[in-house]
């Protein structure tokens, strides 16, 4: 049996590991057992009733959380100069065409999320090697590929952040910091597993939701109540 550490025997009779918490508990009891000195992630964990295999079963999709993720995320802009204005007035970081297309073909990524226009994105779609692994590809599921820029990269520095379902059908994110209010996680918590029942794909059969569960970056996962949140 691995051995416990001195933090995790100090926390150990604050909950208990087999019991489903409400959401309004297992947010406190995160925020009473994590213990690192920099300012954690609070993460949830949504295990789907799906058939991730299945391509009419991929869940995935974006939502706006009520307050953000405590991170302002670099957003770059790929588009034609005459969406050069909107896309600097929308508060992108970075915007241009060939000269980024240029720059990350030689190796540059410093950015969070790049955001381009449909008649672009065959240009985009060439560096695909580069930006698939690292998550960065423009999709129009995930409303990257967009003619409304500015909308767009509104909500994105505002808190939009994208899910998806792995191979197991398990929603993996972050809702936030252990730092923010109780309400601020729960009402982020609430808005994500709305979302993710409007995605629900109609030919799921059976329980959709059937586990959820909550942590901080380097915390034991607090099992919740699927009818907490629902």
Same mark, same amino acid.
């Given at each position: ?12 009779? $604050?909950?208990?590991y *087999? ?18 000195k ?13 058939d991730?295999s ?34 600097q007035?929308s ?23 790049l ?7 065959a ?9 698939g ?62 979302? $993710?029942?409007?995605? *629900?794909?109609s ?11 909550v ?16």
């Amino acid at each position: 049996m691995k051995k416990l550490t001195k933090n995790q025997k100090k926390f150990l009779n $604050l909950y208990d590991y *087999k019991k489903e918490y409400s959401i309004e508990e297992a947010v406190n009891i995160v925020k009473k057992i994590t213990y690192t000195k920099f300012d954690s992630s609070f993460d949830i964990a949504v295990r789907l009733g799906i058939d991730p295999s299945k391509s009419d079963q991929n869940v995935r999709g974006t939502v706006v959380l009520p307050h953000g993720i405590g991170k302002t995320k670099t957003v770059l802009v790929i588009c034609s100069e005459d969406k050069y204005k909107e896309a600097q007035e929308s508060g992108a970081d970075y915007f241009g065409c060939d000269e980024y297309l240029t720059k990350i073909k030689n190796g540059w990524l410093d950015f969070d999320v790049l955001v381009t226009i449909p008649s672009l994105m065959a240009k985009v779609g060439m560096l695909g090697k580069i930006l698939g692994p690292k998550g960065l590809m423009p999709n129009l599921k995930t409303g990257t590929v967009t003619s409304n820029i500015s909308t767009t990269v509104d909500e994105i520095k505002k808190g939009r952040i994208e899910f998806r379902a792995d191979k197991l059908g398990i929603i993996h994110t972050s809702l936030g910091k252990i730092s923010f209010p109780s309400e601020y996680l729960l009402d982020n918590a609430k808005e994500l597993i709305s979302n $993710l029942i409007k995605v *629900k794909p109609s030919t799921a059969k059976g329980t959709y939701i059937k586990s959820i569960s909550v942590s901080s970056t380097m915390s034991k996962g607090i099992k919740c109540n699927v009818n907490s949140l629902i």
